[in-house]
């Protein structure tokens, strides 16, 4: 039983149905997700790092089972929570706890900050309105937020405050698994390291695992143990964030890492020549998604999707890449900051 | 020669729910025409309430006091009217949200053109033509198609290019980006930031760039504001700040800031406490509740610009105790 992984997330498929365009016409569809497969073991933290449209947020969604997959499995203690009967699933959900990345719309403007921060707990476990309240205190203390927060609304709150709020509401459960959609890309510098050390912090208290969903790399870097890339719905690659960030092995993971911006001035003059041509919305059905953009694409890449795989150089099961280039790129000079 | 741009002892005062609070006090910086000059500072910190008193856009109630120049004009005793007059005609603004800030319910092309019809009364067809070169300038590809577009059909990156063809279609002599790419992926935000950093050098206009991130701004821009609590606390060209790190509250945003290369588990620098709110800002120095540095002196007056270098100065009265 020890070695069984806190999530398992095996052949995950999404495809979202768009409106008809004319009327005998098939429903087109978003490829959302396409076949997504990792495992995160209790009080680790994974990293999910692309751009919009690669599946990020999707991806969070279907592990919180906020959407039922069109096809694959999402494990949480082995058992797969789109099969259970809905009083197991709402059990279930007592180890989940979500932030999510609009902090605007995460937040009930009619209620209370009180009423928000302390409903999970109200729902989950029946607290006391004193523990409720001590509690959420608590939560708002540790976000950076002072108790007389707790009767005002969220229009009282800046964008950066509301976040603070949604994330404690996320911890006032100490649940087993969090799943935070961009949680600190709304907040303030100081605050964001704040919060990226509470989370740190957290984890390390209560063996919380993180599914930590961010567009921005060296906050990934910082807390995650393991990071996956993904590109329209696929794992281009899979390490640790110094292999990953020190020798990419996909191009796409290169461009990212050259586009972070640096803290040197006039830096940015010498990478102009280095940008990435515009992301084409229509991409190949064969072939590897990333080839139209891609500066190493050859007639290969076009023909034959490449599949995630293992790159010995780094050690078993260490790094694994989703090109067919992969150790050429890998050796590249210069791949981090 | 004199500034572009001269803000001089910019004060504003906003009614709030809790009476009025300052949320500007003595602000004083100039931009010259050709000259990228950034503002930098947290939610709250005032910079966004700099670019609508620049742009005369604050909420009723507010009050203003001091001297706001531009082009030799006092902007601060201008009209509504005379100051529509500037607003998208010699000053562009770019604003964050590309999603919001473009009319979802009218084209593209009529979004472009309506600056042109408004200011400089092209007819429908001249103005059409201009904002298809517009578009190209932007290197939004296949611009003649997406004239007729709405901003739905296109992606924010997209929309983020139209935002400143807008801004820039009548040719304004000092643009203000107000956090243009915060809602951009990184390597769109990179894009972004090129064709900006372009357009500016081309058309020799004033940049004043506003953002959090001090990426963006060491890439960006040659001289860079710091704000805090309504104030500038550090101003300089942007290699001097980033080597001095002069004011406390700059040298906490460095060592807050998570770069590539930390190891796992690395626990960021944190500066206790938390940003005042601008009802409740003290008589003295903004920061000196969360700084480390604090004298008793820091908390009497708002300590006056002192001098690190070169047009490089900190409102710290600490500065020699922070070399040390």
């Known amino acids: 039983m020890n070695d069984m992984p806190l999530l398992q997330v095996q052949d995950l498929v999404k495809h979202y149905r768009l409106p008809r365009e004319r009327l005998l016409a098939p429903a087109p569809r978003v490829r959302a997700v396409q076949g997504l497969s990792f495992t995160l073991q209790a009080g680790r933290s994974l990293g999910v790092v692309g751009e919009s449209g690669s599946g990020k947020s999707t991806l969070a969604r279907l592990v919180m089972a906020l959407e039922p997959p069109t096809s694959g499995q999402v494990r949480l203690d082995g058992q797969d929570l789109n099969t259970l009967p809905p009083a197991a699933l709402r059990a279930a959900r007592e180890k989940l706890q979500m932030v999510f990345q609009d902090p605007y719309g995460s937040l009930d403007p009619r209620r209370t900050i009180l009423q928000t921060v302390s409903e999970p707990l109200r729902v989950l476990h029946g607290a006391t309105p004193a523990d409720q309240r001590e509690r959420a205190a608590e939560a708002l203390h540790a976000v950076g937020l002072g108790a007389e927060a707790l009767a005002k609304y969220p229009h009282e709150f800046s964008g950066g405050q509301r976040q603070r709020i949604a994330i404690a509401r996320a911890l006032i459960t100490r649940p087993k698994l969090i799943v935070a959609d961009e949680p600190v890309s709304a907040l303030d510098v100081s605050v964001q390291a704040q919060v990226l050390n509470l989370m740190q912090d957290l984890q390390g208290q209560f063996g919380l695992a993180l599914l930590f969903i961010s567009h921005d790399l060296a906050v990934v870097d910082m807390v995650c143990d393991e990071v996956i890339v993904l590109y329209q719905g696929r794992i281009v690659e899979r390490g640790a964030p110094d292999t990953l960030f020190q020798r990419a092995a996909h191009p796409y993971t290169r461009a990212l890492l050259q586009a972070v911006p640096r803290l040197q001035p006039g830096a940015a003059r010498t990478r102009r020549a280095a940008a990435l041509p515009a992301a084409i919305s229509a991409a190949p059905t064969e072939g590897c998604a990333f080839a139209p953009r891609c500066a190493f694409a050859t007639a290969r890449c076009r023909a034959e999707r490449p599949l995630l795989r293992e790159l010995a150089a780094s050690g078993a099961g260490a790094h694994a890449a989703a090109c067919h280039v992969a150790e050429t790129v890998a050796a590249l000079p210069g791949g981090e900051a | 020669m004199s ?48 670019a609508l008193a620049l742009m005369g856009l604050l909420p009723d109630g507010a009050t203003v006091g001091g001297s706001i120049r531009f082009a030799g004009q006092e902007l601060t005793a201008l009209g509504e009217d005379a100051l529509c007059a500037l607003r998208g ?107 900006i950093a372009e357009l500016v050098a081309e058309d020799g206009m004033g940049l004043l760039l506003i953002s959090h991130d001090l990426g963006v701004m060491a890439e960006t821009v040659q001289r860079m504001l710091v704000m805090y609590g309504g104030t500038v606390v550090e101003s300089g060209p942007t290699a001097e700040v980033f080597r001095h790190l002069a004011h406390p509250y700059t040298r906490g945003l460095f060592a807050a800031r998570p770069r590539l290369g930390m190891a796992r588990g690395t626990r960021l620098a944190t500066i206790p406490g938390r940003v005042p709110e601008l009802a409740d800002l003290p008589v003295g120095c903004p920061f000196a509740e969360r700084c480390a540095w604090v004298a008793d002196a820091c908390r009497r007056a708002l300590p006056a610009p002192a001098v690190v270098g070169p047009q490089h100065q900190a409102r710290c009265i600490r500065l020699d105790a922070l070399k040390s």
Not at chain 2, 12 to 39: E, H, I, K, N, W
């Open chain 2, 3 to 50: 500034a572009l741009l001269e803000v001089t002892d910019l004060r504003v005062t906003l009614q709030t729910a809790r009476g009025p609070a300052d949320a500007l006090r003595a602000v004083s910086f100039a931009v010259q025409r050709g000259d990228t000059v950034g503002l930098i500072g947290e939610s709250g910190c005032g910079k966004s309430i700099t």
């Open chain 2, 89 to 195: 005609a010699r000053i562009g603004m770019i604003f964050q949200e590309p999603m919001t800030a473009l009319n979802p319910l009218h084209t593209i092309g009529r979004q472009i053109a309506e600056p042109l019809r408004l200011h400089k009364g092209l007819s429908p067809a001249t103005a059409r033509a201009e904002a298809l070169r517009l578009l190209q300038r932007v290197q939004l590809p296949d611009a003649a198609k997406r004239l007729d577009a709405y901003p739905h059909q296109m992606s924010g990156g997209q929309r983020q290019r139209v935002v400143i063809a807008i801004a820039l279609a009548c040719g304004p002599d000092l643009l203000i980006a107000d956090e243009p790419t915060t809602a951009l992926d990184v390597t769109i935000q990179r894009e972004v930031l090129d064709l």
